[in-house]
């Protein structure tokens, strides 16, 4: 069995303050923090997300906001007729904490000194669980993602909130919410052709149910 784990390494970037948004398309999934203290958010859209029309929100991805590389020319493997997958995001960043049970870190304002979070609000989190809240310092990374079991994508570890932490020495450091949300993706085959004698599967699964009523009698 193979899951995300947290992932914590040293990196050198340094970013100007500013900041960006996922969009209503794409999920929270990592977090980094410069040298310099100022916040970096990566992007993924996972095959069981942001496929489809619908949600509010526009991308704006810069140095502080990037989506995973490979994600733009991701092939998704949807029915026809499946519903959209989007978040519902605000455009305006005027809040310090994602809090609320449906929602996650879709983008940031920084300042310099602080970042006004963007929240984005996912009906389907409320079937989400909190695995943990790790701390990332200034220089360190955390990477969720896809959880993989036994081979097969089952769900995916997105960040829900973000919360500033200042030292006494000045350090500047992040707790982070992170939450495992289902995500299983659509299999390939749209219909898989399967040879059956319907009349005969049917007598024989009638057949193991009066067997089965017939050793339960007195």
Not at 5 to 10: C, E, T
Not at 154 to 168: A, H, M, P, Q, Y
Request: overall charge negative; some cysteine.
């Amino acid at each position: 069995m193979r899951s995300t784990v947290l992932v914590l390494l040293s990196i050198g970037t340094v970013v100007a303050a500013g900041g960006g948004s996922c969009g209503s398309g794409a999920i929270p999934f990592r977090f980094e923090v410069s040298a310099d203290g100022q916040p970096v958010l990566g992007c993924a859209t996972p095959q069981c997300f942001g496929y489809g029309d619908g949600g509010e929100g526009v991308e704006k991805y810069t140095e502080s906001v990037f989506l995973r590389e490979g994600d733009d020319r991701r092939r998704y493997m949807r029915y026809k007729d499946a519903s959209p997958e989007r978040a519902k995001c605000a455009f305006s960043s005027e809040s310090q904490t994602c809090a609320a049970t449906v929602e996650w870190v879709g983008g940031f304002e920084y300042d310099g000194e602080e970042a006004e979070l963007q929240c984005c609000r996912y009906d389907r989190l409320k079937y989400s669980s909190e695995v943990g809240r790790p701390v990332v310092h200034s220089g360190e990374v955390y990477s969720g993602g896809e959880v993989i079991r036994d081979g097969r994508q089952t769900g995916f570890d997105l960040i829900k909130n973000v919360r500033k932490i200042s030292g006494e020495d000045g350090s500047i450091a992040y707790e982070l919410t992170v939450a495992r949300m289902n995500c299983l993706p659509d299999p390939p085959e749209e219909l898989i052709e399967v040879e059956i004698n319907q009349r005969e599967e049917i007598a024989r699964i009638l057949d193991k149910v009066v067997t089965a009523e017939s050793n339960d009698a007195p």
